[in-house]
């Protein structure tokens, strides 16, 4: 089971970019889905984007043509890049490895966009 450790949060206005990154203490290639989630004020966590072993995506609608999820399996860490950030993005947002075996979450990453 791996350890997640999320960076890269942090105050922005909206229309502006992040990149969030998600770093693992073993190696990714292998593990069946790594995704972001994340958790708005006063509301229950949700889908933000997956990346599964194979390379294929998929990502919620309220995010698609504007976030991208990547890997580097070379340093085991998966990024959420977040361009044209809206206020209603402001959440604290999770990476999450899912395998048959095991389902391993990080601390989380604060993000905080402003109108």
């Known amino acids: 089971q791996v350890q997640l450790v999320e960076s890269g949060g942090g105050l922005v206005q909206a229309g502006g970019s992040l990149r969030l990154s998600c770093a693992a203490s073993?190696?990714?290639?292998?593990?069946?889905?790594l995704g972001w989630y994340r958790q708005p004020p006063g509301k229950q966590r949700e889908l933000v984007a997956i990346i599964h072993s194979g390379g294929s995506t998929n990502y919620a609608d309220s995010v698609k043509g504007r976030f991208t999820i990547s890997r580097d399996n070379a340093k085991n860490t998966v990024y959420l890049q977040m361009n044209s950030l809206k206020p209603e993005d402001t959440a604290v947002y999770y990476c999450n490895a899912n395998t048959w075996s095991y389902n391993s979450w990080g601390q989380g990453t604060q993000v905080t966009v402003s109108s």
């Open positions: 073993g190696s990714i290639s292998s593990i069946n889905a």
